[in-house]
């Protein structure tokens, strides 16, 4: 076997017993430029086929996601076709504390409602006064509180006096208040949340926090093209930085909160997002400082070095836009409560999950990899074999062990949270391979000049290596912080039956797949898209290191 | 400033290869070794065991009086260019040139004061806030110096670190590196595969094969004087002649005899085989390039060959020759004592004739491979 | 046979010559196993051995403070001023001492060592309407195996402690001085520094990747299940007999599923790897044609089933293949069908369709893999190629396509090993849809056997048969681990990249 080893590569090489007769070259010559553009447009064909096919499934996601889950006919057949029709109804339930869709999609009404409703709507009562008196008799002397329309109407359906054609009408009539009931109480609910509990102000925060990221992302993805070192750019950036910041605190503070027909903005809410943004700009104010001293000061005192301005110390930190992403996001996660709508609670756990795992697994592969890769010491091959076994058995096999681990420490169910923190960080060591193959790379003198030069191996590790390996590190912090959005089987398992402790992927599961039949469908699709559009957004700004780490670790193993 | 010494140093690898067997070497303050050899010789792992890059198998090594064995390499007082310069490409020039300064928590002001003294004895003053992407292959070989005398280090070691340059600006440097070694006066050892820089740049050269010290010496005792065939052939270029002779003892004394001709040995000679009780045996006989005498005419006790190739150089002429029983001969012919005629006659398959004087003459036992007289 | 001989056979020969030459070697290479076995075997118990002397010499040469160091752990290191490893040596025998002693007797490791055995023999009883708790096997066993482990760390560390004191006494003797505490402090930060970096790792892996690993396979050795639930009942040892009831040769009960679901399982795995990786490779190509426009764009577009989070777009194509879903819809409304297709109901088309979406999944991961490649193939390889005639196809043929499966050859035996492991498509998608009553233990037709596990474990609490999947699993895929690793070349050089 081992004289064959070479051999697929001798194949590539020495196989050249096709080749083409001189003639039909000639002829191959003349045609080409034809019968180039004709496999160029076989191509286009192919991959606008291809695009479409792609991106169906999400269009359909989106159209879904603005169609009503009120208009769905109680939602029996949850899956069809998108029509037209646009509401926001969905994205405004995930909002609703206690939400749940039955309360909105019941076909009975008090009477109380439903003359609440009519009487709300003029040109309702007015186009249909005659079946409207008609059902307002035959409600007479009945508890308003608790008689429903269904038993009124069914009196007047068995009312003889009154003829047919009009208690079909007043029928009809009723189906009409009762969507109309459900829209009122439906809207109502909304205000009242939205009004009383939604918005406590770190939520403030976190919707000006995610339009926030979501715009720097989009914004470093349109500069991407400018040449990075110019300093037009840096202007550019940071006026758009400072425009964003500032439209959205006004358009919080005035726009926002009174367009809802609340209360107008308070002076309150000006003192409160005040503070936090000269935290904010506090903040960032002494990391870029601390990072430019040293460098700008010394480089001054050397002849024939340009003297550094404030300017060139500024544009020196694109820091600043990860901070404040950063920033952002770590405070939305600290302080959201458990008392939001499930969706919100759900969406913060999985945010608290992913950030905390983001940072505690990257800290941890990295230094499995570094440790494996650059140190030499007993024991490291047997580590890494028995890494590749213990890889080969299925995950979930541990599931039940696990939970039993995690129940014994307090974090299943209500703790779910940093148990499944726990879980995804534990074992991460194993996933090594990529990072470490990257590592290989880097050129080990590197190390052993850093070593001559008086650094011990934890200085070179923070000082050498990890700055080099920075598309490395985003990598493992991509994928660290994707993997808790996504995973349902160990959030099911260990947040079991807790509702608040639900990550994103369980709650909307059971959204679909246990509780469909009453119309939760257009509801995962509103609330699917909030999850996919910012990682999404993260993803595509990050696509670079994402497709380096993937192809390094193919090619490597 | 500091003599290192090794005595009976050992490198065993894991896998039970042995890379260095017992190497023992004094080197003094301030002096400049060259070690030298074909790769896979043991030389840079040498440099690396007296880094501290590499554990020591056996034996002890000490920099000054201090045993540094398991001393780790911050530790050592020494500064090392590495072949490819290793500098921290995410820093710039000045930092990169700060580092072991600032590890060592020394003021600004001094890291300042030493940065710009040592930019200015390498000329890169320009460049120091330049990151090392930005720089010729020249100025990052400049920097790895300067990272390396910043230090002040007591024992300055160098990896092979002209080798990823180009022929005309491995020859500047190897000038600049003389220059460097006057202004900076400390110990020196370089490590290196080209015997030329060797030569030109060791106070001693240490060669090395598979590794074993073949011999240890100034660059003229090894190019006269070398104790073996390996010696012989890997120092000076072209390459020794080697050729296959016979030793002859006579009643007057050693004489050499090869493709017919005969050259009777020198007093020395006579005295150093005689003192050996060597007697009549085959031997290899080696003559460098250099030494040998063309002539072209027929001659009685000369050897005739016959040109196989000819290379011009501009100022001498390579010739390589074919012998009778087909040994290959390169010799080395000034063009400017040629006649045009004698010039036009060197061509393929034209035939001249050599001969040299018995001082040039090595004589390398076969079995052995070691120098007869020297060895 | 020479290389050159070799190198004169056709393709087919060549590769008949190598499987040829694989099976030649089996009898040899088992033989040079067991021989290596055999010599590991004995180096093992020449190990133990050794192990001893070494305990044994260390208290016949040591003073007195290494000879107190075997009774109290690290009394040898403060004594001798290392007063660091000294007290933690110490704190970890008290720890130790705690747990297996613990003043409750129930709750200390030697009760639950002394119970391993037979995993509890009291049961839980209801008398006079109070229930009386027994005993319970699951703890048993978890807290059993952890105080095994427990015991292999003390005995290391108390070997540690003894070997401490030789070396330190050696030291001594050599005259020089040991390391302080503060000596030791530093070293973790340089000389030592892998310990500090891979000893929170290795806690993590041990306790939540390990134990519960060596847990699971003992838990395949009991009749843990739905009717032996812990607290309320025991359960016991009961052998292979697990094995054997999955393993079992007749069609009605788990051997018959499990034959079914391990076939479909490697169906699924090869197609799902291949399928992917051909139409992969084709699209890279396609978008990486010299000519095409908007590159970015086209990768960016294929890019977002990666970037949208699974469970979203899997969840969201799964109802649109429903019974009432999208597709069905559409088609009876432009008149194409006349009754809904069976996507998910019928076997073929629900495992099809698994197929098939899962293609709309994986062909980007192959389009960004194969981009990378393709980009690194040395561009002369291309223009020699053309000047010695060959057209585009013939260089696909005999350049892109060798050279992507000879670099590729690592990232397909993972691919393969993912796939059988690939619980969130099928999960998602299908959650092993369609049920049949020809198949026990709830699995579907798609069921793959991870997805099938999962159903043992969440649904059924069947959870000695999860244990035995789980570990007929890990015999697949290191026998296909194994193959492979003789087989593809590339795979093989990789272990020595370094």
């Known amino acids: 076997m081992s004289t064959m080893k070479k051999v697929p590569e001798a194949d590539v090489m020495t196989d050249n017993k096709s080749g083409v007769a001189p003639e039909s070259k000639i002829e191959k010559t003349r045609s080409k430029s034809g019968h180039e553009r004709r496999v160029n447009t076989a191509v286009y064909v192919v991959l606008i086929v291809m695009s479409v096919v792609w991106l169906t499934p999400f269009v359909f996601l989106v159209c879904q996601s603005f169609r009503s889950f009120l208009n769905e006919g109680g939602g029996m057949v949850p899956y069809v076709i998108p029509q037209k029709g646009f509401s926001l109804d969905n994205y405004k339930a995930l909002f609703i504390k206690g939400f749940t869709a039955k309360k909105y999609l019941v076909n009975d009404l008090t009477l109380q409602e439903f003359f609440d409703t009519l009487d709300g709507d003029e040109t309702l009562a007015r186009d249909n006064a005659e079946a409207a008196a008609l059902l307002r008799s035959a409600a007479e002397g009945r508890d308003p509180a608790k008689d429903t329309i269904s038993s009124v109407m069914s009196a007047v359906q068995k009312d003889e006096s009154v003829g047919q054609d009009k208690r079909d009408a007043a029928s009809a009539f009723m189906r009409t208040v009762f969507s109309a009931a459900r829209n009122q109480r439906f809207e109502n609910d909304f205000r009242q949340d939205f009004n009383g509990r939604f918005i406590p102000w770190w939520t403030k925060t976190f919707v000006i926090g995610a339009c926030f990221s979501l715009a720097v992302v989009a914004l470093c993805i349109l500069l991407k093209r400018l040449n990075e070192n110019s300093d037009q750019l840096y202007r550019f950036r940071l006026l758009i930085m400072l425009g964003i910041l500032i439209a959205a605190y006004l358009c919080y503070v005035l726009t926002i909160k009174q367009q809802m027909g609340y209360a107008p903005a308070a002076a309150g809410d000006y003192v409160q997002l005040g503070i936090i943004f000269l935290l904010f700009a506090l903040f960032s104010l002494l990391a870029v400082n601390s990072f430019l001293k040293r460098e700008g000061k010394l480089l001054q005192q050397i002849p024939g070095y340009p003297p550094e301005t404030a300017w060139d110390k500024i544009k020196k930190a694109p820091v600043l836009f990860l901070e404040f992403l950063a920033m952002f996001v770590v405070m939305t996660c600290a302080l959201i409560p458990t008392e939001n709508s499930d969706y919100v609670g759900w969406y913060g756990n999985t945010l608290t999950i992913a950030l905390f795992t983001a940072v505690i697994q990257t800290v941890i592969v990295l230094s499995v990899s570094y440790a494996l890769s650059r140190l030499r010491f007993k024991g490291r091959k047997l580590i890494m074999n028995v890494v590749l076994v213990l890889g080969l058995f299925p995950g979930f096999l541990s599931m039940i062990t696990l939970y039993f681990l995690l129940k014994s420490l307090g974090m299943t169910g209500p703790g779910a949270v940093p148990g499944l923190i726990l879980i995804y960080c534990a074992s991460s060591g194993m996933g090594y391979y990529i990072s470490k193959g990257f590592f290989d790379t880097i050129p080990k003198s590197l190390d052993e000049s850093a070593r001559i030069d008086g650094a011990t191996r934890f200085q070179v590790f923070l000082k050498i290596i990890m700055p080099l390996a920075k598309p490395i590190v985003i990598y493992t912090v991509l994928m660290a912080f994707m993997g808790p959005w996504g995973d349902y089987v160990f959030a099911s398992y260990v947040a079991f039956g807790n509702v608040p402790t639900y990550n994103v992927a369980v709650g909307l599961y059971q959204w679909v797949n246990v509780a469909d039949y009453q119309g939760y469908f257009t509801l995962f699709c509103a609330g699917g898209v909030l999850v996919a559009v910012p990682i999404t957004a993260l993803f595509l700004a990050l696509q670079k290191y994402y497709v380096e780490g993937v192809t390094g670790g193919a090619v490597k193993g | 400033m500091a003599s290192v010494t090794l005595e009976h140093v050992k490198k065993v690898y894991d896998n039970k290869v042995t890379a260095v067997h017992d190497f023992n070497l004094e080197i003094k303050d301030k002096e400049f070794v060259v070690f030298v050899g074909p790769s896979g010789c043991g030389k840079s792992t040498t440099l690396r065991m007296i880094a501290g890059l590499e554990d020591i198998s056996g034996g002890t090594l000490k920099i000054g009086d201090r045993v540094v064995n398991d001393v780790e390499p911050k530790d050592r007082d020494i500064a090392m260019v590495f072949q490819n310069y290793a500098l921290y490409p995410h820093i710039t020039v000045y930092e990169n040139m700060a580092f072991s300064l600032r590890l060592r928590h020394m003021s600004n002001e001094e890291v300042h004061k030493r940065v710009c003294q040592a930019a200015e004895i390498l000329g890169i003053t320009e460049y120091l806030g330049r990151k090392p992407k930005a720089l010729s292959g020249g100025q990052r070989q400049r920097v790895a110096i300067g990272r390396a005398i910043v230090r002040d280090p007591a024992v300055f070691l160098m990896d092979e670190p002209l080798s990823n340059l180009d022929a005309k600006l491995r020859n500047q440097m190897r000038a600049e590196i003389i220059l460097l070694r006057k202004r900076v006066d400390t110990t020196f050892i370089y490590v290196n595969h080209d015997q030329t820089e060797a030569m030109t740049l060791g106070d001693r050269i240490v060669i090395m094969k598979d590794g074993y010290i073949q011999q240890v010496g100034t660059p003229q005792e090894v190019f006269d004087t070398p104790v073996n065939l390996f010696v012989a052939g890997f120092i000076g270029s072209p390459q020794m002649n080697f050729l296959k002779a016979k030793l002859i003892k006579g009643a007057d004394g050693y004489s050499v005899s090869l493709l017919g001709a005969s050259i009777p040995l020198n007093r020395d000679q006579n005295e150093a085989l005689a003192g050996k009780k060597i007697g009549s045996q085959d031997i290899i006989l080696g003559v460098r390039p250099e030494h040998t005498t063309v002539l072209f005419g027929q001659n009685t006790n000369a050897i005739e060959c016959t040109i196989n190739v000819n290379e011009m150089m501009g100022s001498e002429l390579h010739l390589h020759l074919t012998s009778q029983n087909q040994d290959r001969i390169i010799v080395r012919l000034p063009t400017v004592d040629l006649t045009a005629e004698q010039r036009a006659n060197l061509n393929y398959g034209s035939k001249l004739y050599i001969t040299f004087p018995a001082k040039v003459m090595h004589l390398f036992d076969p079995e052995s491979e070691k120098n007869l007289i020297w060895g | ?498």
């Open chain 3, 1 to 498: 046979m020479t290389d050159l001989d070799y190198l004169k056979l056709s393709k087919p020969k060549k590769l008949l010559y190598r499987m040829g030459a694989f099976f030649k070697a089996i009898p040899k290479k088992t033989g040079h196993f067991f021989a290596n076995l055999g010599k590991k075997i004995l180096r093992f118990f020449k190990g133990i051995g050794a192990w001893f002397a070494e305990v044994f010499s260390t208290f016949r040469d040591g003073d007195w403070k290494t000879r107190l160091s075997y009774l109290i752990m690290g009394f040898g290191s403060i004594a001798r001023g290392q007063w660091g490893r000294g007290v933690l040596f110490l704190l970890f025998q008290t720890v130790f001492n705690v747990y297996m002693f613990f003043p409750d007797a129930s709750k200390s490791g030697c009760f639950y060592l002394a119970k391993l055995s037979t995993l509890g023999t009291v049961e839980t009883q209801k008398i006079n309407r109070r229930t009386v708790y027994g005993d319970n096997s699951f703890f048993i066993l978890l807290y059993g195996v952890l105080t095994l482990f427990f015991i292999a760390a003390f005995i290391y560390t108390w070997y540690q402690n003894i070997r401490q004191n030789r070396i330190s006494e050696q030291i001594l003797k050599s005259g020089h001085k040991l390391k302080t505490t503060k000596e030791d402090v530093t070293s973790l930060m340089d000389e030592q520094f892998h310990k500090t970096l891979l000893a929170l790792p290795t806690l993590g892996v041990t306790v939540f990747t390990i134990l519960p690993i060596i847990f699971m396979i003992l838990v395949a050795f009991t009749n843990f299940d739905a009717t032996h639930q812990p607290p309320g009942k025991l359960f016991t040892w009961v052998g292979w007999d697990n094995f054997r009831q999955l393993l079992s040769t007749d069609t009605e009960s788990y051997g018959g599923t499990f034959r079914q679901v391990l076939l479909w399982t490697l169906i699924w795995a090869f197609f799902a790897t291949f399928l992917n990786y051909f139409l992969g490779m084709m699209v890279a190509i396609m978008i990486n044609k010299k000519g095409i426009k908007l590159k970015k764009v086209w990768r960016t577009i294929l890019v977002m089933t990666i970037a949208i989070p699974q469970f979203v777009s899997l969840l969201y194509v799964s109802k649109m293949f429903a019974q009432d879903g999208l597709i069905n819809a559409y088609l009876m409304k432009w008149g194409w069908i006349q009754s809904p297709i069976p996507f998910w109901t019928d076997p073929m088309w629900a495992r099809f369709t698994v197929i098939l979406i899962n293609v709309w999944i994986g062909i980007p991961y192959l389009m960004l893999i194969a981009t990378g490649i393709l980009m690194n193939i040395p561009a002369d390889l291309y223009e020699s190629a053309r000047i010695d005639g060959a057209n585009a196809f013939q260089m696909y043929q005999k350049i892109t396509l060798p050279y992507m499966l000879f670099v590729t050859g690592p990232y397909l035996l993972t691919s393969f090993t993912g796939n059988i492991n690939n619980f969130n498509v099928i999960f998602l998608l299908s959650g092993g849809k369609p049920l049949s009553m020809e198949l026990s233990g709830n699995a579907g037709y798609t069921d793959l056997l991870i997805t099938w596990l999962y159903k043992m474990t969440v649904n059924d609490t069947n959870y000695k048969l999860a244990a035995v999947i789980g570990i007929l699993v890990f015999v697949v895929l290191a026998v296909i681990n194994l193959i492979t690793y003789n087989l593809i070349p590339s795979v093989k050089n990789e272990e020595d990249f370094q």
